[in-house]
């Protein structure tokens, strides 16, 4: 988020290196008609599955997690349990400086008498 | 007549505190005597060390940590807690978009208290949908009552950054009398939690440095019964005047748990007829009562000790965590740098001293104990 602020702001002009224009053809797209809709949704990349914020802790709570790979961090995942549920837990792993954090949050679920939480 | 955890803030190391009546020693060895210029050296060496590492150095390489939204019903997060093997969990407030403390096991003490209480309004059904936050809310009136200096607000978060001094972090957790100080980073538009810090990774972040260089520290050598560090039997070591608070196995849990809160220790040996240690009681365990309810079931008064520390015992074969030695013991006569390295040891809070071979309850040196004796 700040990142690409900076780098609009920071980054140096160097003679014959700008940044070309986006083409005007690109800005003309018609806006995605309604069958795009009926479609299903793009299929999960399968690297995302490799999280480890399922992986057991079977050293007790101290015992440290593996590294996460770069691909799942800073993707929000949420934990799978059947409905009807109370208690959502959603994680993620990102990375301060050279050491990985992997954050769980226990939220309640609204019950509002729909399924979708 | 109440327990108290021990202060060993004395600084001065005069020569009658070493006095040991009867010969504790097969071979009768002579206690070597602790100079106070070994002590000061040592202090000053470990208070160099932390106040020029940071509490980054704290963090694990992919370290996890639990969260709980502060919405949520407390038996929901007691069970939450049980299952993840977790004794503490920072509370995050969606509202405010900050962390705003922490539910540790007193929480659950003091309600599992407040329902075996009849004159209390907090009844099982309530716990379904009574909140985290009202809990703390209502817990202020409670506290009021245990709390000598009421400035402490417990709304109040305590916590860290990465970038304090392990110094800061040390002296933030014994002055607040806390185990655990979330370290959360400010520097983005959120506050993001880091790692929970205990005074067990600042030990080990010492031990680690010292490890190949005994000799700087040469305070270390020392065994425990000649430093004023730890709360003993009085007839034993020096005794700071306090009575040392053990309980039988057929006690009842809610005199345990009276033990935890009033007495501010977090720990309660269980000793049988000849003051032989057993086993320990400590806050931490209070969240296996989340094992199939049993705190629903139970009256705190007709539980005895052991049985809620068979309930422990289940609950860590259930959930495949690492079963360890509950008690973790040491002989007086053992260095202090034996003693720390025991200490380091993730989940131990505390060690208990005993005599060789009977396993007599002699002590106890928890983690507060020996920080406070080396910050001085």
Excluded at chain 2, 81 to 103: C, K, N, T
Aim: net charge negative.
């Amino acid at each position: 988020m700040s990142n690409s602020r900076g780098q609009d702001q920071e980054t140096p002009v160097v003679a014959g290196f700008e940044v070309p224009r986006s083409p005007d053809a690109s800005y003309n797209n018609v806006y995605t008609a309604s069958e795009d809709d009926g479609r299903d949704p793009p299929v999960v990349p399968q690297h995302l599955q490799h999280t480890v914020l399922s992986c057991p802790t079977n050293g007790g709570p101290c015992a440290p997690l593996p590294d996460p790979q770069h691909v799942v961090l800073n993707h929000l995942y949420i934990e799978n349990r059947e409905a009807p549920r109370s208690v959502v837990a959603l994680g993620f792993s990102h990375r301060f400086r050279s050491k990985y954090v992997n954050v769980v949050l226990y939220k309640p679920v609204q019950r509002r008498g729909s399924s979708s939480t | 007549m109440v327990p108290r955890f021990p202060a060993s803030g004395t600084p001065g190391i005069s020569g009658d505190s070493m006095e040991i009546d009867s010969d504790p020693f097969h071979h009768s060895e002579v206690v070597p005597k602790m100079l106070e210029a070994d002590v000061e050296l040592s202090r000053h060496r470990i208070s160099l060390f932390l106040s020029t590492h940071t509490a980054y150095e704290l963090l694990p390489e992919s370290g996890k940590v639990v969260a709980l939204d502060v919405t949520l019903p407390v038996k929901q997060a007691f069970h939450i807690l049980y299952e993840q093997g977790i004794s503490v969990a920072p509370l995050w407030d969606h509202g405010i978009g900050r962390f705003v403390g922490i539910l540790s096991p007193l929480d659950f003490i003091l309600i599992l208290r407040e329902l075996g209480n009849h004159g209390s309004n907090l009844t099982e059904e309530e716990l379904e949908t009574h909140a985290i936050s009202a809990w703390k809310e209502g817990k202020l009136q409670l506290t009021r009552k245990f709390d000598g200096n009421g400035s402490l607000n417990p709304r109040h978060l305590i916590d860290a950054g990465p970038h304090d001094s392990l110094k800061d972090v040390a002296l933030k957790l014994l002055q607040n009398k806390v185990a655990t100080v979330p370290i959360i980073s400010r520097d983005g538009s959120i506050p993001q939690l880091l790692h929970l810090a205990s005074l067990t990774g600042v030990l080990k972040c010492i031990c680690r440095h010292f490890k190949h260089s005994p000799a700087s520290l040469p305070i270390l050598q020392q065994p425990i019964c000649s430093i004023p560090l730890g709360t003993w039997v009085p007839k034993i070591g020096e005794s700071n005047g306090q009575p040392f608070a053990m309980l039988r196995a057929n006690a009842s849990l809610s005199d345990a748990l009276s033990l935890l809160v009033q007495a501010e220790v977090s720990a309660v040996p269980i000793v049988d007829d000849n003051d032989s240690l057993l086993d320990i009681y400590c806050r931490s365990d209070i969240t296996a009562l989340a094992k199939d309810r049993a705190y629903a079931q139970i009256h705190l008064n007709e539980l005895s000790i052991h049985q809620a520390l068979q309930l422990t015992q289940e609950a860590s074969a259930t959930y495949g965590f690492f079963n360890g030695q509950r008690c973790h013991m040491c002989l007086r006569s053992d260095p202090l740098h034996k003693v720390m390295d025991r200490l380091a040891i993730p989940g131990v809070r505390r060690l208990v001293i005993v005599e060789a071979g009977s396993k007599r309850v002699e002590g106890i040196i928890s983690l507060t104990d020996l920080f406070r004796f080396l910050l001085g």
